[in-house]
C-alpha cells in the first residue's frame, strides 16, 4: 500500500473522530463569565483606610497614611484633618495636648469611641474626657440611615455609644443618636471642630469577611450593618459629609492603626508555595541519607571497676599465655602465708617433712598434699584447677 494511501486513510479517521466530538464539547459546554473578589495585596491588605485615600487623591486633595499618631512627624497645620482610627486610649497627654492645640487653630480631627466591652478594667480615654464626651457603661445599637434605595439601611451596629456633659453640648454643631445614646457628634473646639463617632466602620476599603462569601450565605441587612466600607455608596456620602469642614483645604492624616505584617509573617503566609516543597525536599533527602533508628552493633558494655572482675581478667590472660605454674605459684603461696599464721612450726620445714606435717596436720594423704603443692604443667590446665582447687581446700581447713 502507498504511503499516500495511507496517510489519506489516517487524516480520515481523524476527522471521523474529531467531528462528533467537537460537536459533543459545543453542545454540553457553555461559555461563562464569572468574577471572583481577590483577597487584598500590599498596604490594602494592613491598611484599611487605603481605599479612603486613594480616593481623596482621585479627587485631588492630599492624603497621608500614617499606623500611628506621630505628631513631630506629621506637622499638622490649621486647615488640615485627621481620621483618627487608631483607639484614643492609647495617646500619650502629651500627644492629647498638642492634639487639641493644633485643633484649636482650626483642625479637624475625627475620633471614635473605644470598643465595646471590658469597661470594668478601661478608663475614659483622656482626649473623650477633655472633650467632654462619656462613653463607659454604654453598648451598641444600630442606627437607621436614610437611604432611597435601602429603606432599611442602618449604621454604627458595632460601635460603642456615647453622651456628653453639659459644657461639651453647649459646643454641638450637629449631633445624631437616639434614647441609647449619641452615634455622632460635632463639636466646636476653638477655632476647629471635633467629630466623635460610635465607629469608623463605613470608611473602611478592606471589604470584611462577610462580604466575601456568597449572597445566599451573608447575613441579613436587618440583623447585622452592612460590612462593604467604601464599597457602599451610602458609606462614600456619609464620609464626605463628615470630611466636609475642611475638605480641599488641607493635608488629610489618615491614621490607620494598624501596622504592615514583618517579613517573616509574609515568608510564613504569602511564601509557603515556596519554603513548603523546599521544607518536604529537605527532610527527605534527610531522611534518605540518615542511618536506621538504633544502633548497627550493640553497645559496648560499660567499663567496670571491681577488683574482683580485674584479677579474674589478669587470671585468663596468663591462661592464654600459658602462664599457670604462675597462676599455682601465687595459690601455693597464699596458703602457705595462712599455714605460717596457724601452724608456723610446719611453715619452718621443706620438702617432704613439710608434706607430712601438713597431711598430719589436715589428716589427708601424703601424696595427695604432694599432688597439690607440685607446680603442674604450662599447658596442663586441667591438672592446673584441679590443684588449685585442693590447695583452696587445704587454706580453707586450717
Known amino acids: 500500500m502507498k504511503a499516500r494511501v495511507v496517510w489519506s486513510f489516517v487524516i480520515g479517521l481523524i476527522v471521523l473522530l474529531a467531528v462528533p466530538l467537537v460537536v459533543l464539547f459545543l453542545r454540553t459546554h457553555e461559555k461563562v463569565t464569572r468574577t471572583e473578589v481577590m483577597p487584598p495585596q500590599g498596604e490594602a491588605s494592613y491598611n484599611p483606610l487605603y481605599v479612603l485615600g486613594q480616593a481623596l487623591r482621585a479627587d485631588g486633595l492630599q492624603a497621608e497614611s500614617r499606623a500611628r499618631l506621630d505628631l513631630a512627624a506629621m506637622t499638622l497645620a490649621p486647615g488640615d484633618t485627621v481620621v483618627l482610627l487608631q483607639d484614643s486610649g492609647e495617646l500619650a497627654p502629651s500627644q492629647v495636648d498638642t492634639l487639641l492645640a493644633w485643633v484649636k487653630r482650626g483642625g479637624h480631627l475625627l475620633v471614635r469611641t473605644p470598643p465595646t466591652g471590658e469597661d470594668t478594667t478601661r478608663n475614659e480615654p483622656l482626649l473623650l474626657q477633655r472633650l467632654g464626651v462619656e462613653s463607659l457603661g454604654f453598648g451598641s445599637a444600630c442606627q437607621r440611615f436614610h437611604v432611597d434605595d435601602d429603606t432599611g439601611h442602618v449604621e454604627f451596629c458595632k460601635g460603642r455609644r456615647f453622651d456628653l456633659t453639659e459644657a461639651a453640648y453647649a459646643q454641638v454643631q450637629r449631633e445624631w443618636g437616639s434614647e441609647d445614646g449619641f452615634v455622632f457628634a460635632r463639636l466646636r473646639h476653638g477655632q476647629g471642630r471635633v467629630d466623635v463617632l460610635a465607629d469608623m466602620d463605613f ?147 621443706e620438702g617432704a617433712a613439710q608434706e607430712q606435717a601438713i597431711a598430719a596436720l589436715l589428716q589427708w594423704p601424703v601424696t595427695r598434699v604432694h599432688t597439690a603443692l607440685a607446680p603442674p604443667a604450662a599447658n596442663d590446665q586441667t591438672a592446673l584447677k584441679a590443684r588449685i582447687t585442693l590447695l583452696l581446700q587445704m587454706r580453707s581447713l586450717l
Open 203 to 349: 470608611m473602611r476599603g478592606v471589604p470584611e469577611t462577610t462580604s466575601l462569601l456568597p449572597a445566599a450565605l451573608r447575613p441579613s441587612k436587618d440583623l447585622e450593618q452592612p460590612r462593604d466600607g467604601l464599597h457602599d455608596r451610602a458609606h462614600r456620602d456619609l464620609t464626605r459629609h463628615l470630611l466636609a469642614p475642611n475638605y480641599g483645604k488641607g493635608t488629610v492624616w489618615l491614621v490607620y492603626a494598624s501596622r504592615p505584617p514583618s517579613l517573616w509573617a509574609r515568608i510564613v503566609l504569602q511564601g509557603w508555595p515556596v519554603w513548603l516543597p523546599l521544607l518536604l525536599a529537605l527532610l527527605g533527602w534527610l531522611w534518605a541519607r540518615a542511618q536506621r533508628f538504633g544502633s548497627v552493633q550493640p553497645s559496648p558494655v560499660a567499663e567496670r571497676r571491681s577488683l574482683l572482675e580485674h584479677v579474674r581478667a589478669s587470671g585468663e590472660l596468663l591462661l592464654r599465655q600459658r602462664q599457670g605454674p604462675r597462676l599455682h605459684a601465687a595459690v601455693r603461696d597464699l596458703f602457705l602465708r595462712r599455714l605460717q599464721a596457724r601452724a608456723p612450726l610446719a611453715a619452718t620445714l
